[in-house]
């Protein structure tokens, strides 16, 4: 059995046209082990491993269960069968619809962050502390006794979907900093799995958990009730239950996407990591680093829960990108206004030349033609450079336009800052946004007024 694994093995990682050692760093396995597996040397192999191995190649279901069984796993389970009675029809239709709505509102939303462009953030990260993650065989759901060990979980932002896919518990806490790009991480998270989201899997939905008190309601009442404020078609009475809501949450056809642990109000954290271990949801939950293991010193870590902890972004800070995007454009027009000078002026003397026949004698001496090129080369660099550059169009409305109109302050980065300090503002990697709906609200009534 272990050679035709080997075998198989060996095709599958030519066929996705990976060499050993790509194929051991995508999967986290050893390059030895892998070379031992084709050779024969080495048998048995774990069943984490092998699956680890199926997950980096990207293998058909079918693949992955031959794959499996080569190794000496246990036999494939059986595909799984469609809804045949009325209340699973009409389940799986609305996670479907519901599917096709959440995946709408985030690729809308990403749009308006702009957070492919001009490329996608560089958000990666690493395994948070030990401290902070659980026991490695709760996460793995292993029986009594066993000691799979740590899974390898560092990774970049399109792979954040096959990282939490090698977690067999399905819970993943993700910490970062402010600006480190949690909130880019999430929406990418939920946009991937939604992507490749088969009819009956649960649906991913980013849930705000700011306005949760989990001293006063339960988490999946918590749950259906934002489900009822944000999609008000799930009202309606569902089978088995007073609403859809809260039917596909009880039948588990919500995976739910929890966002800010550390904005839960200081006093009922302890409370919510309670609440969250009280239940084995799969999940994903983000926080900061310091509140979240200030609640986990207090209580216990999330229950079956593996951790990450994102790295500081530090090339996709704005500032730094307008400074890149700046030097690249100071270099461009360098090159662009000497030779568009130069092109003016040879192009003056030859228009000239044609049109002293039938004009007369026309007075363009060499002095006159490299004046023309200089004021010309300047000009047509300055054009490009404030018109058609990011750095350029930054400095016209940022810098000149808005703050001489009252629009923006004239040291955007102090204000801003200075508001987030203050607890006005939060970041969500690149972007400030209002902590408090009414002061936004209020703020947007008097502008409007103006």
Request: with cysteine.
């Amino acid at each position: 059995m272990t050679s035709e694994f080997g075998a198989l093995l060996r095709q599958w990682r030519r066929r996705a046209g990976l060499t050993q050692e790509q194929l051991a760093e995508r999967a986290g396995v050893g390059v030895r082990s892998i070379r031992g597996f084709e050779t024969g040397e080495r048998g048995d192999p774990r069943l984490a491993t092998v699956r680890l191995l199926a997950d980096a190649l990207r293998l058909a279901p079918a693949e992955h269960d031959s794959l499996l069984a080569a190794a000496g796993g246990p036999a494939p389970r059986p595909a799984p069968k469609p809804p045949d009675s009325a209340v699973d029809r009409v389940l799986a239709d609305t996670a479907d619809e519901l599917a096709q709505a959440v995946a709408t509102r985030w690729r809308r939303e990403e749009e308006q962050r702009q957070v492919q462009d001009p490329f996608p953030l560089p958000v990666r990260w690493q395994p948070a502390p030990d401290a902070l993650i659980d026991h490695w065989a709760n996460i793995h759901r292993a029986p009594p006794g066993g000691d799979p060990g740590p899974l390898p979980l560092a990774g970049r932002l399109d792979e954040v979907v096959d990282v939490y896919r090698r977690i067999p518990s399905g819970r993943l806490v993700v910490l970062g900093r402010a600006g480190s790009g949690k909130t880019i991480l999430t929406l990418r998270f939920v946009l991937d799995l939604l992507a490749g989201r088969g009819r009956g899997d649960p649906v991913p939905v980013i849930f705000g958990l700011g306005s949760w008190d989990p001293a006063a309601t339960d988490l999946r009442d918590w749950l259906t009730d934002q489900l009822l404020r944000d999609f008000p078609g799930l009202a309606a009475a569902g089978p088995g239950g007073p609403s859809l809501a809260a039917t596909l949450v009880g039948a588990g056809r919500i995976l739910p996407v929890l966002d800010g642990f550390d904005e839960i109000a200081h006093g009922l954290r302890r409370a919510a990591l309670r609440a969250l271990n009280a239940t084995t949801l799969p999940l994903l939950l983000t926080s900061r680093p310091d509140e979240y293991a200030e609640a986990v010193a207090a209580t216990d870590v999330l229950t079956a829960a593996a951790a990450v902890e994102l790295c500081d972004l530090t090339a996709a800070d704005p500032g730094e990108l307008l400074k890149i995007n700046r030097t690249t454009v100071l270099l461009q027009a360098l090159v662009f206004a000497p030779t568009f000078g130069v092109t003016l002026a040879l192009g003056g003397v030859f228009v000239v030349g044609l049109l002293e026949g039938s004009l007369g004698p026309l007075v363009f001496g060499r002095t006159g033609a490299l004046l023309w090129g200089f004021v010309g080369g300047i000009g047509g660099a300055l054009a490009y450079v404030l018109g058609l550059t990011a750095w350029g169009r930054w400095v016209v409305f940022a810098r000149i336009w808005l703050p001489l109109t009252g629009r923006l302050p004239w040291a955007v980065s102090d204000f801003l800052d200075d508001a987030y300090r203050r607890g006005v503002l939060r970041r969500s990697g690149a972007v400030y946004q209002f902590r408090h709906a009414r002061l936004h609200d209020h703020l947007s009534r008097e502008f409007a007024a103006r």
